[in-house]
T-cell receptor
Framework: SAVISQKPSRDICQRGTSLTIQCQVDSQVTMMFWYRQQPGQSLTLIATANQGSEATYESGFVIDKFPISRPNLTFSTLTVSNMSPEDSSIYLC???????????FGPGTRLTVT | AQSVTQLGSHVSVSEGALVLLRCNYSSSVPPYLFWYVQYPNQGLQLLLKYTSAATLVKGINGFEAEFKKSETSFHLTKPSAHMSDAAEYFCAVSAEGAQKLVFGQGTRLTINP
């Protein structure tokens, strides 16, 4: 399985500011995903990060709020823009292995907005 | 469209007892099904997966799940609970194994000594 790291692991931010979360994988992967896990809730897919093209966003998520970069096959960033307390969540990146038909998750970034 | 329903947001069992966590799915295509476990303050770890091969799937830590198409179910079981099994468990479905996942609401498993 892939080894995935995320930075930062946690942060406390002021409302109105932005935070960029980094996701690094130890091998080249085609598919990377960003999920949100609100307090006490399940995971919801924000977007699929495609290398060399625009990210594909799920219903309810927009690029202006959650811009994503995917500059190469081992790295992606998710920015949470103009934050409000409602953005307080755990943000997780994952990668898909087409060979094994499964996804692996990073440890998550715990964001608190005050 | 795909969806997952986990029956019971909280399940409590005694140490050594059977663990049964329920998952029902809805999918317009043959599904890929997964169980993940999340320990406190950690990411998700894959327990097991169903990818249209054997209907009884064995995973890590003694867990297994059975795919029942007629019941659209993929329940997770473990014969004997251990204290270390206390965690949040998520059932998920995708149209293809490595594609985007749709998660159930999660079930918090508590183990009583």
């Amino acid at each position: 399985s892939a080894v995935i790291s995320q930075k930062p692991s946690r942060d406390i931010c002021q409302r109105g500011t932005s935070l960029t979360i980094q996701c690094q994988v130890d091998s080249q992967v085609t598919m990377m995903f960003w999920y949100r896990q609100q307090p006490g809730q399940s995971l919801t897919l924000i977007a699929t990060a495609n290398q060399g093209s625009e990210a594909t966003y799920e219903s309810g998520f927009v690029i202006d709020k959650f811009p994503i970069s995917r500059p190469n096959l081992t790295f992606s960033t998710l920015t949470v823009s103009n934050m409000s307390p409602e953005d307080s969540s755990i943000y997780l990146c994952s990668v898909g292995s087409t060979g094994k038909n499964e996804q692996y998750f990073g440890p998550g970034t715990r964001l608190t907005v005050t | 469209a795909q969806s997952v329903t986990q029956l019971g947001s909280h399940v409590s069992v005694s140490e050594g007892a059977l663990v049964l966590l329920r998952c029902n799915y809805s999918s317009s295509v043959p599904p890929y099904l997964f169980w993940y476990v999340q320990y406190p303050n950690q990411g998700l770890q894959l327990l097991l997966k169903y990818t249209s091969a054997a209907t009884l799937v064995k995973g890590i830590n003694g867990f297994e799940a059975e795919f029942k198409k007629s019941e659209t179910s993929f329940h997770l079981t473990k014969p004997s609970a251990h204290m270390s099994d206390a965690a949040e468990y998520f059932c998920a479905v995708s149209a293809e194994g490595a594609q985007k996942l749709v998660f159930g609401q999660g079930t918090r498993l508590t183990i009583n000594p």
